[in-house]
């Protein structure tokens, strides 16, 4: 398929998928056609491919990180020990993540039941809350 219809198929803009492009996330083959700027040409692979990628960004791995890891794929694979670190390494992250979103979740009670209750204590404090759901006091 082509850009147009890659991008349709993935509900990616045309420019980030030349973006991908540029950055090595996706490697499009070419038909010949188009003379000196062949057209280039996706395949359903290249659409796992890209689906991929935008799962590993929502899980907050950024494109250098993305990139990386496809082209040490594309060099021969990834062992088990490396998935294992790449995985630990992604599982702490979004421990961290969860952990700040619990922290605002609390605070976003704790500021609700204050307004709704009159405003009578004292008001609660957004840094306290996330210490106090990291396990840290300042």
């Not at 929502?58 to 082209?71: D, F, H, N, P, Y």
């Amino acid at each position: 398929m082509l850009i147009s219809d890659f991008a349709r198929a993935t509900g990616l803009p045309v420019d980030t998928v030349r973006f991908y492009v540029r950055r090595g996330l996706l490697t499009p083959g070419t038909n010949g056609k188009g003379g000196r700027n062949p057209y280039q040409v996706f395949t359903a692979e290249h659409v796992r491919e890209a689906r991929l990628i935008r799962m590993a960004q929502s899980l907050g791995m950024s494109l250098k990180e993305i990139a990386a890891i496809s082209q040490e794929n594309r060099r021969g694979g990834i062992t088990r020990e490396r998935s294992i670190e790449l995985m630990a390494e992604q599982l702490a992250r979004l421990e961290t993540k969860a952990a700040e979103l619990q922290a605002m979740a609390g605070y976003l009670r704790a500021k609700l039941a204050w307004l709704n209750g009159g405003e009578q204590e004292p008001e609660p404090d957004f840094i306290d809350q996330l210490e106090r759901a990291s396990g840290r006091r300042g």
